[in-house]
Each structure stands twice: as structure tokens, then as C-alpha cells.
T-cell receptor, first 109, second 114 residues
Framework: AQRVTQPEKLLSVFKGAPVELKCNYS??????LFWYVQYSRQRLQLLLR??SRESIKGFTADLNKGETSFHLKKPFAQEEDSAMYYC???????????FGTGTQLKVEL | NAGVTQTPKFRVLKTGQSMTLLCAQD?????MYWYRQDPGMGLRLIHY???????AKGEVPDGYNVSRLKKQNFLLGLESAAPSQTSVYFC?????????????FGPGTRLTVL
């Protein structure tokens, strides 16, 4: 069965420090992975998807099939990065997303 | 263009009461979803729909029913609410099966069952 694991419930870093939010997945098919973000008092929104190989707001994520990981990284954390981050895996033949349990990122001054 | 809207924003129910949550989208999306968000458990899929008139069970469907009579609306019903259904409920929609598959989320409904 498919599964997405985010081992950290809370990650606290100082402003300017590097950030890495971990995500591991378990899936028998070819994985399509996403990072969604929920800022305080805002709705959940897509941050980035692995097939686009894009950098959004300074964040990048590389799919590592050997380690079954899709970690989210940013070299220098900003205060506005504080939010809840969810890793998600496309499943059900492309019909639905399986989400991880989320990681709350807190960037301290 | 309002995107995905949810009604109501907040609701308090007593155990055993029923209610319906309404989700509406104006993006002509084929797919719609209902999730619940609980602390430490992330988002879990309750039910989803891949088109008007279709519904399917997600990860945690027990105690809920859904209907998709119109393409733009997706209703989530609780026939007999239980305290375990206290949660924040999110609706989402997406274009359908394509290589991007971005889901657009509503603002959420906070439900408390006493």
C-alpha cells in the first residue's frame, strides 16, 4: 500500500539557516510527488511538484528513487517560510493524493 | 472567480445530529475531494468524485456520505454525528487526470461534535 512519511512534526530553525523537510514514500508504481504548504490562516496550496523540477520561493525538492525520498530544501530560511508543509504522493491511477502527516516549520529570528 | 468555497465555515453539533457540508467550485474541474485534517494525522481522504454523478470511497469513509449531482458541487453528509468526527474538513478540486494534477483547496470547515 502507498504511504508517505514525514518524520518530523515540528522543525525549528533560525532565520538564514538551511532548511530540510524530510519526506519518504512507499509506492509500487512510478511516483509523482508534491509539496503543499499551509500558511497561517490561509488555505492549503501547492508549493512544488517533482515533475516540474522547479524552484519556488527558494525551495527545491529532488526525487530520489533509490532512497524513496522527496526532501524539501531551502538554503536560507526566511521568517515568512513558517508554515505547515505536507508531502503528497499521487495514487489511485492519478485520481487522488496520499498526504503525509505534515511538518510544522518555525523560523525564528 | 471564487475558486473553491465551503459552507459553513464553523459548526457545532450535538452527538446524533445530522448536517451537510457544501463545497462549490467555479473552475469547471472534473475531480472533487473531501478531506479531514486532524492534529498529528495530516489530511486524510474521506470521499472523492471523478465526475458528475460519480463518487468513490477514500481512506476514512465510515460515517460520511457524499453526492455529486452537479459538476460544480460536492456535498458531504454526516447522518449521525459522533465526537470522533470533530475535525477540520477541507474540500478540493482538480482538473482531472493530467501530468500536473494540482488540487485547489477550500478554506475549510471547522466542525465540533459535542
Amino acid at each position: 500500500a502507498q504511504r508517505v512519511t514525514q518524520p518530523e512534526k515540528l522543525l525549528s530553525v533560525f532565520k538564514g539557516a538551511p532548511v530540510e523537510l524530510k519526506c519518504n514514500y512507499s509506492y509500487s508504481g512510478s511516483p509523482e510527488l508534491f509539496w503543499y504548504v499551509q500558511y497561517s490562516r490561509q488555505r492549503l496550496q501547492l508549493l512544488l511538484r517533482h515533475i516540474s523540477r522547479e524552484s519556488i520561493k527558494g525551495f527545491t525538492a529532488d526525487l530520489n528513487k533509490g532512497e524513496t525520498s522527496f526532501h524539501l530544501k531551502k538554503p536560507f530560511a526566511q521568517e515568512e517560510d513558517s508554515a505547515m508543509y505536507y508531502c503528497a504522493l499521487l495514487t489511485g491511477g492519478g485520481n487522488k493524493l496520499t498526504f503525509g502527516t505534515g511538518t510544522q516549520l518555525k523560523v525564528e529570528l | 472567480n471564487a475558486g473553491v468555497t465551503q459552507t459553513p465555515k464553523f459548526r457545532v453539533l450535538k452527538t446524533g445530529q445530522s448536517m451537510t457540508l457544501l463545497c462549490a467550485q467555479d473552475m469547471n474541474h472534473e475531480y472533487m475531494y473531501w478531506y479531514r485534517q486532524d492534529p498529528g494525522m495530516g489530511l486524510r481522504l474521506i470521499h472523492y468524485s471523478v465526475g458528475e454523478g460519480t463518487t468513490a470511497k477514500g481512506e476514512v469513509p465510515d460515517g460520511y456520505n457524499v453526492s455529486r449531482l452537479k459538476k460544480q458541487n460536492f456535498l458531504l453528509g454526516l447522518e449521525s454525528a459522533a465526537p470522533s468526527q470533530t475535525s477540520v474538513y477541507f474540500c478540493a478540486s482538480s482538473v482531472g487526470l493530467n501530468s500536473y494534477n494540482e488540487q485547489f483547496f477550500g478554506p475549510g470547515t471547522r466542525l465540533t461534535v459535542l
